[in-house]
């Protein structure tokens, strides 16, 4: 089957190559290298959606990007639903399936369109006045209804299956569009040798000349000489082509966000292949030829299906080889619409007339026209179209009024004009300039390297277009360091030229009816709303955008935004560029999240970082936390236990036997040079000049301004070397920290800073059993408490491989934490695990390591602090060196409020009924029985259930908390207020006794 | 606790080693991703009064300008700032003991385990790295030999060319699955 | 995402590998803990916070992990100029109009 509107001889797609598709269910035959705009028009279909606001049937504007009305739902599979496709960008393939959005129950039958005829309740501005109140109303009613009625497609309910690449690139000269000019200027560009990107958004390059029929370059017609130009800038090893392409963003040093579709044209895309791929380019040079965009003209229902633009039915026939009609009128103000109606007419299609708003305008493209028969109306305008589901005649009028005749007509040809392409130069902070004699706002100041050529220029005509771009990319590439070009410049042997033509409201569209002439197709806006704003007060673009909508739509005002701002300068009396222009943002045109998202997702959402017992930890059952980016093994359950259970197990174990503990994720820092313990005096509250080689200290560092910012144990290995630990959480800023003063502050000492935490696995053994467990596995170092006491390190090894051996505790038991290179970290926990299992040790996680440190009234910096808390209200001021004139934090921690009585302190919380614990967070009052809102002293920090006290033990920070000791406090919960009492922060062992137990 | 000390006794066998992702690779048309053998390293920090003595000490000259490495014997010295080089031996020697018969000052530290090197090698090694390295990779810029501390994605990694179309990526061991992966994904991509 | 010109890696390089660290040449009392409440306050809490040309620290943190100095305009969001921690506030900057 031959489609009717598809002509024999005419466009350049290869008849041959079919492809089939379906829209709304019905199949249709297409050719590959359609959009599926042209081949639903080739059917003669031109009714594919229904608008935003008042559900009118639409049909195709135009051929491309700024598209407004045919928005559709490609359907793939249940997974892949997108709507909002433009049809006109959509490339077919055999076998794709769209659907119409925004109609109930069908595209010619839509329910919704009865706001079409309450649509002087649906004015400029109705939301805003109409649903204001009730304010529930909007939760329940006004919002989920709305949203229904105005739908733009269903989003799809199942993650996306498919996957986007992304890449940053670098080149010399960058070029947007791949026109004539922005062909010619990477040309040039590219023989100096520099690297050249050129990026257009179509699937074949040559812009504008897909639908120019006059022009020639060098002997060829345009569009073949671009095709060769593309080959031959293909074969050149510095070039990069990017079709289906388009440049989105445009931001500061000339980065430029681009997508590439990758796959939406193919009919089975493999898996290999990426949906769309993200550029991020840097370019030393940006060329901009964006080219321009035809406007259409304003009149009464100037949206029937079957009106579009001039230059898009001659891309559907010259391209596509459809006429878009059998019987055509043309409305224009400009000459570019006689090209169109010349080259359809001499394809067979009956062009019934031109209306012309101009005078008596003269040129070749009125002379060709009139040789070949037209009727042309010279200063006349189509004051509305009838027809509904399609436009089925014009009536036109003299401009100044007068008598009326209406011509029937199967499609209408607009143009007012062309309006420059200045989004991307506008987005890269350049400011535009309103030329008033070709009325169009043109690049004026720019803001960064970039040049703009071509129609995005203001530049008319091929010639003068071609001898910019050329000179343009050569001089850009020279700018970057190209060398200098051989080649000779495309000579141009025929081109088109249109210029001017008109912005705003033609007439028939008021100022007095209440006619639709749609100024914003995709918002439903029309110059009657625009000409209210102004009247109810709106007197800045901004405002009058804001408030009629116009241009805030997905299609960002490409083809309404001139005429709406003529609209409001005509109302208001005022030249266009006091009104202004509004700003154009990033993205030009709409993009998918998975594009911005790119490889992030999954397992590259963020990284998962596993220490390197992970794989027997997860073998024996381990329960799984995150803490920050690291997986922590937080309970071991045994078969039949819950974690209640587990933890309880865990802990009395390891206070009864011993057990092993991953502590490989605390950060540790190697600190090294002749003035480490100086530089660590000035870091930590701590003195550390007189601490031995071999011995431990628990070291506290504060910020600048006195409160604690973090903790750990410290080894001094040697004189000039020290092994710092710090929290888990702490690693990285710390280590900033710590370089920040040692760099800025302090650059005078001679120390050096390493992170050594990825270096080190560490095994925590801890219990009474735990030197049992490790000393038959350890190599050259005395075990016993004369030769390792209690907060000591010796360097030696176990298993054969080097450890750093730690003596210490944060459970309050005989303890030791084993350092050996990571590589060797789970062969060495396996191998005290097998001593371990002799003595009936426990592996066990951070939930019991929390509860046991609870016990022992060991604060986690983060839980039990919060970035307000000093080292006295921990009760740490033990810690700190008396003698010591300077560290960071010292002057910070003697400020007034930091020393006032009453600040909060750090105590312990028992509950009176010893079952119960106390929620983390909970707020502790004085006085139960007071008014809300009740006086709140403090706030618990850490809880637990005990299984080792037999009870729930707690920490928080409570005013004067010290001098509380044995006074009752309440908390205050939800289900009941719960009684508590104020200990010492030691629940078991308080003599520390069992450190060499 | 009274007891006597518990006596020491020499280790007899050594335990496995288990490197992170050991021998993952995985290969794309243009491009092969490959977790490289462990290796020496060392976290090396020094004035300039002090890089002749460690350079020869080393046997490899310890570059001075900035995204540059030297190389020579199985050892690789980057220059990652002003004052800090990344020592990296595949020759199974140790620039450790070698550092630590320099008395100028200086600062060796161990850091062998700390990282994991994969390979990116093929004619789209570049285009894969830079899907998420954020620099300019081009031979101009970043020519065979060049080496630098950067981003991949969300993960710190140190980038050394080691060819033309070769580069070694090293990132800490907990970030390897996520640098792994990344580079695996970016890698099917990049001949398109 | 900016290109910041690092002083000690001599070149421009990717704004991901650098992290702000606030206003620059604040120094630290030598003897701090002899200073005044008001002269503590004024160094720890008062920053200028401009309209205009700030001097702040920057690291690069993700390349050679030098903190150094920038001039950055807050209006603009351009960088005028970069030097090393350490050296001095310059006295004239480079295409500076007032």
Not at chain 1, 411 to 416: E, G, Q
């Amino acid at each position: 089957m031959n489609p009717a509107f598809r002509i024999p001889g005419a466009g350049r797609l290869s008849q041959a190559k079919t492809a089939s598709f379906s829209f709304d269910d019905k199949s249709y035959a297409g050719i590959e290298g359609d959009t599926l705009a042209s081949a639903l028009l080739a059917n003669g279909v031109h009714l594919v959606g229904r608008s935003f606001k008042y559900h009118r049937p639409r049909g195709f504007l135009s051929a491309g990007a700024e598209e407004p009305n045919a928005l559709v739902q490609i359907v793939r599979d249940d997974a892949r639903k997108t709507p909002n496709v433009r049809a006109t960008v959509q490339e077919l393939y055999d076998g794709l399936t769209a659907h119409s959005q925004n109609r109930w129950p069908s595209l010619a039958f839509d329910v919704g369109a009865v706001n079409d005829l309450a649509s002087p309740m649906f004015s400029a501005g109705f939301y805003y006045k109409t649903f204001m109140w009730p304010k529930s109303a909007w939760k329940n009613l006004y919002e989920p209804k709305i949203r229904a009625a105005a739908g733009l497609g269903v989003s799809p309910d199942r993650p996306d299956p498919d996957h986007y690449a992304a890449r940053y690139a670098h080149c010399e000269v960058l070029v947007l569009g791949g026109g004539a000019a922005g062909i010619a200027a990477a040309l040039a560009a590219a023989e100096t040798g520099v690297r050249v990107i050129l990026a257009d958004e179509q699937a074949e390059f040559g812009g504008s000349l897909r639908f120019e029929s006059g022009a020639k370059i060098d002997g060829e017609n345009g569009f073949a000489w671009a095709q060769g130009a593309i080959a031959k800038l293909k074969a050149m090893d510095n070039v990069r082509l990017l079709p289906r392409t388009t440049a989105f963003g445009y931001y500061a040093q000339n980065f430029v966000s681009l997508v590439e579709r990758v796959s939406d044209h193919l009919k089975s895309p493999g898996r290999e292949l990426a949906r769309e791929r993200l550029w991020q380019v840097r370019a030393r040079r940006v060329v901009l030829a964006t080219g321009a965009i035809e406007r259409h003209m304003v009149f009464a229902d100037n949206d029937r299906p079957g009106i579009m633009l001039a230059s898009a039915a001659r891309t559907y026939l010259n391209h596509y080889g459809v006429a878009v009609g059998r019987n055509v009128g043309v409305y224009t103000a400009n000459d570019s619409a006689y090209a169109a109606a010349i080259d359809l007419k001499k394809a067979g299609v009956n062009v019934a007339a031109i209306v012309d708003l101009r005078d008596n305008p003269t040129g070749p493209a009125i002379d060709e026209a009139r040789g070949l028969g037209i009727e042309i109306n010279f200063g006349r305008a189509v004051i509305r179209a009838g027809g509904k589901l399609r436009v089925s005649s014009m009536t036109v009028q003299p401009k100044n009024g007068g008598g009326e005749r209406t011509i029937p007509v199967d499609a209408i040809l607009m143009s007012a004009g062309w309006t420059p392409s200045v989004h991307l130069f506008s987005q890269s902070r350049g400011k535009v300039a309103f030329n008033e004699e070709t009325r169009r706002f043109v690049p004026g100041t720019y803001a960064q390297d970039c040049v703009s050529i071509g129609a995005c220029n203001g530049t008319d005509g091929l010639d003068a277009t071609i001898d910019e771009a050329y000179a343009a990319g050569a001089k850009a590439a020279k700018e970057a360091g190209g060398k200098a070009g051989k080649s000779a410049k495309p000579k141009v042997d025929a081109s088109e030229s249109w210029s001017r033509g008109m912005l705003g409201a033609a007439p028939g569209a008021g100022p007095d009816t209440t006619v639709k002439a749609f100024v914003d197709f995709q918002n439903d806006v029309t110059a009657k709303d625009i000409r209210q704003a102004v009247h109810e007060g709106m007197h800045s673009i901004e405002h009058v955008k804001r408030f009629t909508t116009n241009g805030m739509a997905t299609d960002q005002g490409k083809t309404s935004n001139m005429h709406g701002l003529a609209i409001a300068a005509e109302t208001l009396g005022k030249p266009i560029p006091q009104v202004g222009l509004t700003t154009f943002r990033a993205p030009y045109t709409p993009v998918t999240f998975g594009s911005i998202v790119g490889h992030a997702r999954g397992a590259l959402f963020d990284p998962t970082r596993r220490t390197a017992t992970h794989p027997w930890a997860a073998a024996h059952g381990a329960v799984f936390e995150d803490v920050g980016q690291w997986k922590r093994a937080w309970y071991f359950p045994r078969a039949g236990e819950d974690m209640h259970a587990a933890v309880n197990r865990e802990c009395v174990t390891v206070r009864k036997v011993a057990g092993l503990f991953d502590a490989s994720t605390l950060g540790k820092i190697e600190v090294v040079g002749p003035d480490a313990a100086k530089f660590m005096g000035l870091l930590y509250t701590n003195p550390w000049e007189k601490l031995e080689p071999g011995r431990c200290r628990y070291g506290i560092m504060l910020r600048e301004d006195g409160f604690i910012y973090d903790d750990g144990v410290v080894g001094r290995l040697a004189p000039d070397r020290f092994h710092v630990t710090t929290t888990t959480g702490g690693a990285p800023r710390v280590m900033h920290h710590m370089e920040d003063y040692l760099q800025t502050e302090f650059p005078h000492l001679n120390v050096w800073l390493t992170s050594i935490t990825e270096q080190w696995a560490v095994i925590a053994v801890q219990g009474p059993k735990s030197r049992e467990i490790i000393a038959p596995l350890v190599e050259g170092i005395d075990m016993s408490d004369e030769a390792l006491p209690h907060m000591s390190v010796r360097e030696g090894k176990i298993c054969g491989v080097p450890t750093r051996l730690f003596r210490m505790s944060f459970t309050g038991e005989r303890g030791f934490e084993v350092n050996v290179p990571a590589d060797y970290g789970e062969a060495v926990w396996e191998a005290l695990w097998a001593e371990g299992q002799k003595h009936g040790a426990t592996a066990y996680g951070t939930e019991s390591m929390h509860v046991l440190r609870a016990e022992k009234g060991y604060i986690i910096v983060g839980q039990d602090t919060d970035g307000t808390v000093t080292p006295n209200d921990a009760g740490l001021d033990w810690a700190g060196g008396k003698k010591k004139t300077d560290f960071v934090g010292i002057r910070g921690m003697a400020r007034s409020d930091l020393v006032a009585k009453g600040r909060k302190q750090l105590v312990g919380l028992k509950t009176k009924d010893p079952k119960v614990v106390l929620e983390e967070g909970a707020q502790i009052v004085e006085d139960p029985k007071q008014a809300i809102p009740m006086k709140m002293i403090g706030h618990v920090t850490s809880s637990y259930w005990s299984e080792n006290c037999g009870r729930s033990i707690a920490l928080a920070m409570v005013a004067g908390g010290r001098d509380r000791m044995g006074q009752t406090l309440y908390v205050p919960m939800p289900s009941g207020t719960i009684e508590v009492e104020v200990t010492g922060m030691v629940f078991v062992d308080e003599k520390g006794e069992r450190l060499n137990g | 606790m009274a007891k006597a000390a518990v006596k020491t006794k020499a280790a007899e066998a050594s335990v496995e080693r288990r490197p992170a992702l050991g021998g993952r690779a995985v290969s794309a048309p243009g491009v092969k991703v490959e977790i490289l053998p462990p290796a020496e390293r060392i976290s090396l920090r020094a004035p300039e009064a002090s890089v002749a003595a460690l350079s020869k000490a080393l046997g490899v000259t310890l570059p001075a300008k900035p995204k540059t490495s030297e190389a020579k014997g199985g050892r690789t010295a980057l220059w990652l700032g002003p004052d800090e080089w990344l020592v990296i031996d595949e020759a199974s020697n140790d620039p450790l003991a070698d550092c630590a018969k320099v008395s100028a000052l200086h600062s060796a530290v161990g850091i062998s385990h700390r990282n994991v090197a994969i390979s990116v090698a093929g004619l789209a090694a570049e285009v894969t790295v830079n899907s998420g390295c954020p620099q300019d990779l081009s031979l101009e810029a970043f020519p065979v030999g060049a080496a630098s501390r950067t981003i991949l994605g969300k993960a710190e990694i140190v980038l050394l060319r080691t060819a033309k179309d070769t580069f070694r990526v090293e990132c800490w061991r907990s970030f390897s699955d996520y640098v792994f992966t990344l580079l695996s994904e970016a890698a099917s991509d990049a001949a398109n | 995402m900016l290109l910041i010109r690092c002083p000690y890696c001599e070149e421009e390089r990717p704004e991901l590998e650098f992290r702000n660290a606030g206003e620059a040449h604040i120094v630290r009392p030598t003897n701090i803990a002899g200073e005044s409440d008001d002269d503590f306050e004024k160094f720890f809490f008062i920053r200028a916070n401009p309209k205009g040309v700030i001097y702040e620290r920057w690291r690069h943190i993700h390349g050679c992990a030098r903190f150094f100095n920038a001039v950055r305009d807050t209006v603009t969001d351009k960088f005028v100029m970069t030097y090393k921690a350490g050296e001095p506030k310059p006295a004239k900057l480079p295409g500076a109009s007032k």
